[in-house]
């Protein structure tokens, strides 16, 4: 919910970000192939400075909250702008912000970003932070559909199966092997025993020696 409030700027001042995010999922029974569409609406609170403001507790630690992620946003967008000169990678993660709007800026997707200033020379310092995000414009994304057949899914899935079945199998077979050959060599040593008497021969002897048929 997006939250308000007074302060010397403004008597409405945004106190908050306000992220709506709409999934829409459209299936075609006849081919199971399912579509799925992700719609982010963003209003992003504006950044403001304390002298400004006159703001102090609450709503002074909402302002620099505020101005923390507007920053952290900036950052972002510059590094997804410089992406091809080699830039690291964007802080997604440093704000829950840019976490949230990650796939927005970055994935599969169309973004467009309206920025709102004021002719105002009094608010000079705020539309020049504001007109820093012009940036944005130099972010490359790529829209794709998202397409996925439940057939296709299913037989991914079995071809998965399989392979982990065969790989377990394999597994078996070899940890088995070993207790497989010493229980024979058992057998043929219990053999050997009950052929000869009881006692084996020594080596390179046989226990039928010296018998005539």
């Given at each position: 919910m997006r939250q308000v409030g007074v302060t010397s700027m403004n008597a409405s001042s945004s106190r908050s970000h306000c992220v709506f995010v709409f999934r829409i999922s459209i299936k075609d029974e006849a081919s199971g192939e399912c579509k799925l569409s992700q719609t982010n609406l963003v209003d992003l609170a504006g950044s403001e400075r304390a002298k400004r403001t006159q703001a102090d507790g609450a709503r002074l630690k909402e302002g620099a909250n505020i101005n923390q992620s507007l920053s952290v946003l900036a950052r972002v967008i510059s590094s997804l702008a410089d992406r091809n000169r080699g830039s690291q990678n964007p802080p997604f993660r440093d704000s829950r912000l840019?976490?949230?709007l990650k796939e927005s800026l970055s994935g599969n997707s169309k973004t467009v970003m309206v920025a709102a200033v004021s002719p105002?020379?009094?608010?000079?310092?705020?539309?020049?932070?504001?007109?820093?995000?012009?940036?944005?414009?130099?972010?490359?994304?790529?829209?794709?559909?998202?397409?996925?057949?439940?057939?296709?899914?299913?037989?991914?899935?079995?071809?998965?199966?399989?392979?982990?079945?065969?790989?377990?199998?394999?597994?078996?077979?070899?940890?088995?092997?070993?207790?497989?050959?010493?229980?024979?060599?058992q057998q043929l040593t219990h053999q050997e025993r009950s052929s000869c008497g009881g006692t084996l021969p020594a080596a390179g002897s046989s226990c039928c020696a010296g018998r005539r048929p």
């Open positions: 840019t976490y949230l105002s020379n009094w608010d000079y310092d705020e539309t020049m932070s504001t007109l820093k995000f012009q940036s944005v414009k130099l972010v490359q994304t790529s829209a794709k559909q998202n397409k996925d057949n439940e057939q296709n899914i299913e037989r991914q899935l079995r071809a998965e199966a399989d392979e982990l079945k065969a790989k377990l199998l394999e597994l078996e077979v070899s940890n088995s092997l070993p207790a497989a050959i010493e229980r024979a060599q």
